[in-house]
């Protein structure tokens, strides 16, 4: 990797991804990301045992999920793993109905950790996407513009090992891996599993920098069964680049504009889309950002078709209310906190003891689908209306009929700028595993 970027800063982006695409291991013409609507054989879930607010969702998860798949459960040492089980069976789990990994790179946000291919053959793969912390030296690119040196440096906090997190996820699977030039995370993007695959355009140009869309839109269209890209312009606000102002003094954390928070596919033509309605758009600074945002993401996808020529069905999804709170920021000295006068760019003019209002990547389109159960994010708890749930129970009721929906509280997950769909990982049912190569 050390030689292909020193490589990538004297040539540019095209011969990066020339450099990297050379790594990519041979994989079936007819292999495909299968859609997460279509069967499932696992959903894999990582417990962090000492976080009682996270493991309080992983048991809630759990629950709802045993009926319908099988869980594999992740965690980073053997030891949170029994304590992780010990949780479990206090709730009533039965430790055995679950199978349990255990490695250091283990990740709670477990669906950006790989992606699975399955052919027509039934033999499963993984993509391996490169990994850059959620678009962390970007982030860094913002907040250090001036200074150059010091964003490079500042780039160097990814954590690179996070990069081997698929290939383990591959190893343990037993199937091969297909490697990608491509600084992206599972969430990223989202496909119908026919061909077509939505991504915001401004989240793949920075996480690519300084690769232009056209390079990206090569090197998506390499990933197996990928046919058509429909570029889409931002996701929600509550959805930031890392730890960033929204506007005046609401911040926010998040991955910039991952598909899982704003537009989700329910089958080949239908699409799930965040909608900000017009009684709400004048409330709330966010609700006028969103409005405008989702409005130029529905014009895009209204003039859109799928691999076939159609067009789509669009459903608009209410989103719920702001869910916010009160921040302090800390000195520059205690680095380890997020909310620090260091986590914003100079040029803003905040400092130690400033109050900011954060703001939860709260949306409902956070939801998960396993198999014949679909687990949405329930926000009654803190503010929305049980009508405008309500409301959108029914959307879900029509447009994925036949399965359970169920609401599941997880708003402690969307303070770290996650939720349901971040926190779980889809494994396809396949009829049967590719050997290793």
């Not at 089980?85 to 109905?97: D, E, F, R, S, Y």
């Not at 993984?126 to 780039?155: I, M």
Request: hydrophobic share 45%; net charge negative; with cysteine.
């Amino acid at each position: 990797m050390k030689n292909a970027s020193a490589r990538y800063l004297f040539c540019g982006a095209s011969c990066f991804f020339a450099v990297l695409a050379a790594w990519s291991a041979p994989v079936s013409s007819s292999a495909r990301q299968p859609a997460e609507f279509e069967p499932q054989a696992a959903v894999w879930l990582a417990a962090d045992p000492d976080n009682a607010e996270f493991m309080k969702v992983t048991v809630e998860l759990v629950k709802s999920l045993l009926p319908h798949v099988k869980v594999k459960l992740f965690a980073d040492t053997d030891g949170n793993l029994g304590k992780a089980k010990a949780v479990l069976q206090q709730h009533g789990i039965a430790p055995a109905a679950l199978e349990y990994h255990a490695d250091p790179l283990a990740t709670f946000f477990m669906r950006d950790g790989a992606v699975y291919l399955v052919d027509a053959h039934g033999a499963m793969s993984v993509l391996d996407l490169k990994w850059s912390d959620y678009g962390l030296p970007g982030w860094c690119r913002r907040l250090l513009a001036d200074k150059p040196e010091r964003a490079a440096k500042c780039a160097g906090w990814v954590d690179a090992a996070k990069d081997e997190l698929d290939r383990w996820i591959a190893k343990t699977s037993g199937v091969p891996v297909l490697a990608s030039p491509l600084f992206l995370e599972n969430a990223t993007f989202e496909v119908n599993g026919k061909g077509v695959l939505l991504i915001s355009e401004s989240l793949a140009l920075e996480r690519n920098e300084p690769a232009g869309r056209d390079e990206i839109e090569r090197e998506l269209r390499v990933i197996p069964g990928v046919k058509k890209v429909i570029w889409l312009g931002e996701g929600v606000a509550q959805d930031p680049l890392e730890v960033s102002t929204i506007t005046g003094r609401y911040v926010g954390m998040g991955a910039g504009g991952h598909t899982d928070e704003f537009v989700r596919f329910v089958d080949p033509s239908t699409i799930l889309l965040a909608w900000q309605e017009d009684d709400g758009a004048n409330v709330h600074p966010l609700h006028r950002i969103n409005r405008e945002r989702m409005q130029k993401n529905y014009d895009i996808l209204a003039h859109s078709t799928d691999q076939d020529g159609r067009p789509f069905r669009i459903i608009k999804v209410p989103m719920p209310a702001v869910i916010e709170r009160k921040v302090v920021l800390a000195s520059r000295a205690e680095q380890g906190n997020s909310w620090n006068e260091a986590s914003f760019p100079p040029s803003e003019g905040r400092k130690a003891g400033d109050e900011v209002i954060q703001v939860a990547a709260a949306t409902y389109l956070n939801f998960l689908i396993a198999n014949e159960v679909v687990l949405v994010p329930s926000f009654v708890e803190d503010g929305t209306s049980p009508a405008v749930q309500d409301r959108v129970r029914h959307i879900f009721e029509d447009a994925l009929p036949g399965r359970k929906i169920q609401f599941v509280h997880c708003t402690p997950l969307m303070w770290q700028g996650g939720g349901l769909h971040c926190a779980t990982l889809s494994e396809p049912k396949s009829n049967k595993l590719a050997e290793n190569k």
